[in-house]
């Protein structure tokens, strides 16, 4: 069956260190990952794409890699802030999906000032 | 302006009645989703639907059901509410034929009592 894993433990850091998440798939062909963020009573915020021949897309302090044949997407944040803290969902949609978006468990992220 | 909302925020209902949740875009998208968040926080799909397709996840009940008066709207129709229904219900939308990013609304917390 298919699954997406992620540290379903919650990640506690100190501000200004890297945060660095997991995200694990199993019986999955993805034309692309996403990685959303979401704060307690509201709902998930898009933050990055990286699609299947890409190996590591960027943007301001986030970091994404996927590695395809691992079957693993890691997202860093680096200089973290208390700002920073929430939790982070992984989601994949396979090819001819029509969109649709499956969820890792998240793991919930601690920045401690 | 916001640009996913839902209508209402809080829903409490007993089992056995039909209730609806509300949800409409103003970003023009031509694509809008269903989810569910469990009490364990899992995300999980229930169907998407542009003006052409529905698509629904196996999974979901037949008492569910989305209806759309129109490009911006998907309404959520749940018929015979079960106590396993209690969740919040999120609803999305995004450009699929651009983009693949989907843009969420602040949830409705269904709970069936």
């Known amino acids: 069956s298919q699954k997406i894993e992620q540290n379903s433990e919650a990640l506690n850091i100190q501000e200004g260190k890297t945060a660095t998440l997991t995200c694990n798939y199993t019986n999955y062909s993805p034309a692309y990952l996403q990685w959303y963020r979401q704060d307690p009573g509201r709902g998930p915020v898009f933050l990055l794409l990286i699609r299947e021949n890409e190996k590591e897309k960027r943007k301001e302090r986030l970091k994404v890699t996927f590695d395809t044949t691992l079957k693993q997407s890691l997202f860093h944040i680096t200089a973290s802030q208390p700002a920073d803290s929430a939790t982070y969902l992984c989601a994949l949609e396979e090819d001819n999906a029509g969109n649709m978006l499956t969820f890792g468990g998240g793991t919930r992220l601690m920045v401690k000032p | 302006d916001t640009a996913v909302s839902q209508t209402p925020k809080y829903l409490v209902t007993q089992m056995g009645n039909d209730k609806s949740i509300k949800c409409e875009q103003n970003?023009?998208?031509?694509?809008m989703y269903w989810y569910k968040q469990d009490s364990k926080k899992f995300l999980k799909i229930m169907f998407s639907?542009?003006?052409?397709?529905?698509?629904i996840n196996e999974t979901v009940p037949n008492r569910f059901s989305p209806k759309s008066p129109d490009k911006a709207h998907l309404n959520l129709h749940i018929n015979s509410l079960e106590l396993g229904d209690s969740a919040v219900y999120f609803c999305?939308?995004?450009?699929?034929?651009?983009?693949?990013?989907?843009?969420f609304g602040p949830g409705t917390r269904l709970t069936v009592t």
């Open positions: 970003l023009g998208h031509d694509t």
């Open positions: 999305a939308s995004s450009q699929a034929s651009v983009t693949y990013e989907q843009y």
């Open positions: 639907y542009n003006n052409k397709e529905l698509i």
